[in-house]
T-cell receptor, first 114, second 116 residues
Framework: KAGVTQTPRYLIKTRGQQVTLSCSPI?????VSWYQQTPGQGLQFLFE???????NKGNFPGRFSGRQFSNSRSEMNVSTLELGDSALYLC?????????????FGPGTRLTVL | AQTVTQSQPEMSVQEAETVTLSCTYD???????LFWYKQPPSRQMILVIR??????QNATENRFSVNFQKAAKSFSLKISDSQLGDAAMYFC?????????????FGEGTQLTVNP
């Protein structure tokens, strides 16, 4: 099976713009989670979608949003970008919700906000 | 809330030697999972090993093994016969148990250098 894919891999935006990142999970996986990785804050959980429903949400402002489609692909959107949003955004997919279901990560999208 | 702490920002080891990375966590849950992930310079997060809290036996995957001390809330990773390809950032992570969602709580990471 193909792994988790994320597009685009690199993105440069300016303050105030909005951005949409995409994540395609492993075939058959119903759960997609998003994480933000920065040197200062480390890896922080953004949100999780399972079968098109948001199940968990991290402590991020409302500018960060996401959705999941019927084919399990997920997008996250950041509106009104700030310099501090510069980060590596990782998504992870998981087959189901059993304890033994392991998360597999994509290669990430590197977002730079100028 | 659960927290994960890695007290060693950096570690180094000679090739073919053994190194142990430390991790402690705090939780009031009884059902949970612990993980070690590796992030090489490519930034791809790779699962190294997983431990179920209800299992007393320590997990082992080839050269990687853990020392899981549930009462002490400690979860260390031992890498035996270290190889140059083991050089990476290693993250300890916690996830709540069955049907509790996919949220992972990560530690700060330990940068491992392998010297030839």
């Amino acid at each position: 099976k193909a792994g988790v894919t994320q597009t685009p891999r690199y993105l440069i935006k300016t303050r105030g713009q909005q951005v949409t990142l995409s994540c395609s999970p492993i075939s058959g996986h119903r759960s997609v989670s998003w994480y933000q990785q920065t040197p200062g804050q480390g890896l922080q959980f953004l949100f999780e979608y399972f079968s098109e429903t948001q199940r968990n949400k991290g402590n991020f402002p409302g500018r960060f949003s996401g959705r999941q489609f019927s084919n399990s692909r997920s997008e996250m959107n950041v509106s009104t970008l700030e310099l501090g949003d510069s980060a590596l955004y990782l998504c992870a997919s998981r087959e189901g919700d059993r304890g033994v279901d392991t998360q597999y990560f994509g290669p990430g999208t590197r977002l730079t906000v100028l | 809330a659960q927290t994960v702490t890695q007290s060693q920002p950096e570690m180094s080891v000679q090739e073919a030697e053994t190194v142990t990375l430390s991790c402690t966590y705090d939780t009031s849950e009884s059902d949970y999972y612990l993980f070690w992930y590796k992030q090489p310079p490519s930034r791809q997060m790779i699962l190294v090993i997983r431990q179920e809290a209800y299992k007393q036996q320590n997990a082992t995957e080839n050269r990687f093994s853990v020392n899981f001390q549930k009462a002490a809330k400690s979860f260390s990773l031992k890498i035996s016969d270290s190889q140059l390809g083991d050089a990476a950032m290693y993250f300890c992570a916690y996830r709540r148990g069955e049907t509790s969602g996919s949220r992972l709580t990560f530690g700060e990471g330990t940068q491992l250098t392998v010297n030839p």
